[in-house]
Nanobody
Framework: QAQLVESGGGLVQAGGSLRLSCAAS????????MHWFRQAPGKEREFVAF???????YYSDSVKGRFTISRDNAKNTVYLQMNNVKPEDTAVYYC???????????????WGQGTQVTVSS
């Protein structure tokens, strides 16, 4: 079973940009919908975006118009381009794979280590 490894997090000023990556290690996510979730301290893990195998996308209202999810199937990698970031985007970001797309974090049984994004004001 492929492991998902997130990277690209860091410290960024409000209004700036960051691109997160999620690579499949030891396998492929061919046919899977790929998701990004995030979890801030003391809060539940929340949906950010997903992209289906077909390429169709869906975003939470809080990031719509600012974040873009994309995938490179040849590289088994999914990306999250974050533009015009805000302090409330500060969280650990996780990617996850599932055959059927969902916005519910409880539908996933395993998660990667995540990547920390911190937005300073």
């Amino acid at each position: 079973q492929a492991q998902l490894v997130e990277s690209g997090g860091g410290l960024v000023q409000a209004g700036g940009s960051l691109r997160l990556s999620c690579a499949a290690s030891g396998g492929t996510f061919s046919g899977y919908s790929m998701h990004w979730f995030r979890q801030a301290p003391g809060k539940e893990r929340e949906f950010v975006a997903f992209i289906r195998w077909s390429g169709s996308t869906y975003y939470s209202d809080s990031v719509k118009g600012r974040f873009t999810i994309s995938r490179d199937n040849a590289k088994n990698t999914v990306y999250l381009q974050m533009n015009n970031v805000k302090p409330e985007d500060t969280a650990v970001y996780y990617c996850a794979a599932r055959l059927g797309a969902t916005i519910n974090a409880r539908d996933f049984r395993s998660w990667g280590q995540g990547t920390q994004v911190t937005v300073s004001s």
